[in-house]
């Protein structure tokens, strides 16, 4: 399937925006990257922030496709689904040699105190991404492999934040040691009956 113009701007703006952040990439190097015409660009976003929102949905419209298929893989017992996809991404991660780390942890770091708009869609994405947390994590209770005095909710948000922050000193370590850390200590001592 071709791409169209603006597809083809944004699945470029992701990639570049994911390595270089989004104040340091500049639209005509996306442009050039994309092959596209200047005009293209003011066309269909008008502004590099309306480009900047089409960058963060792209990104998070197939991360959560990459979520469900590891969260809601009903055929894996729900804690092994966190650990799978936790493995997959430490796998994922140095396979890029830790360049990349998350877009939307990256843009939130960049861009949450400079921009209202991004921050509430960052957000947004983030509570997304953390309602599919809860729902594993409350399977896992109902299938009596995870303490039932634990809030799921609070403990989704703990494993979404630790999570961002192993991922972030991956990226300053150019190492899988802190996600290591992290995930065998999230199993060792939070994801337990």
């Known amino acids: 399937m071709k791409l169209t113009a603006r597809?083809?701007?944004?699945?470029?703006?992701?990639?570049?925006?994911?390595?270089?952040?989004?104040?340091?990439?500049?639209?005509?190097?996306?442009?050039?990257?994309?092959?596209?015409?200047?005009?293209?660009?003011y066309h269909h976003f008008g502004t590099k922030e309306n480009f900047g929102m089409e960058v963060i949905n792209l990104f998070a419209e197939s991360y959560e496709q990459k979520l469900k298929s590891y969260l809601g893989d009903e055929s894996v017992q729900p804690l092994d689904r966190i650990r799978n996809y936790m493995e997959h991404s430490v796998?994922?991660?140095?396979?890029?040699?830790?360049?990349q780390g998350c877009l939307i942890g990256n843009l939130g770091q960049e861009?949450?105190?400079?921009?209202?708009?991004?921050?509430d869609r960052l957000a947004e994405v983030f509570a997304d991404w953390m309602a599919m947390f809860t729902d594993c994590l409350g399977e896992a209770q109902e299938?009596?492999?995870?303490?039932?005095?634990?809030?799921?909710?609070?403990?989704?948000?703990?494993l979404l934040s630790g999570w961002e922050g192993a991922i972030l000193r991956a990226?300053?370590?150019?190492?899988?040691?802190?996600?290591?850390?992290?995930?065998?200590?999230l199993f060792a001592t939070v994801l337990v009956e």
């Open 7 to 41: 597809e083809k701007i944004i699945a470029t703006g992701v990639e570049m925006v994911g390595l270089n952040g989004f104040n340091a990439t500049g639209v005509d190097s996306v442009l050039k990257a994309a092959g596209v015409p200047k005009g293209s660009f």
């Open 91 to 99: 796998e994922h991660l140095a396979e890029k040699n830790f360049t």
């Open 111 to 119: 861009l949450a105190d400079q921009n209202e708009r991004f921050r």
């Open 143 to 158: 299938a009596g492999a995870l303490n039932p005095e634990l809030d799921p909710e609070a403990v989704a948000s703990f």
């Open 171 to 185: 990226k300053v370590m150019r190492s899988s040691k802190p996600l290591r850390h992290y995930v065998d200590t």
